[in-house]
């Protein structure tokens, strides 16, 4: 029972890290967007948060709980979705 238990635990930290994980790329691609293709210019506020962000999912944690993705991968999963907005 408790090995159930533990094992329904860590499932459910793989899912919140995979949801956090996902938001995060998400406002990451958004700044991206926003810089990128629109020309805008982050506040100070926002340049702050995309960095953590971005700290967030290079994480050694991030990345072994999330997908065991590389650096590499996640820059292109994060941007793959930018470009398919682009076309």
Known sequence: MTTDRTERLEQ???????????????VVREFAIRVILKGEELSKEEKQMNRNALQYLFSDQTRELAHGLTKAE??????????ARKT
């Open 74 to 83: 996640i820059v292109l999963d994060v941007f793959r979705g930018f470009f």
């Open 12 to 26: 459910e930290e793989v899912e919140g890290t995979r949801k956090k994980y996902a938001a995060t790329k998400a």
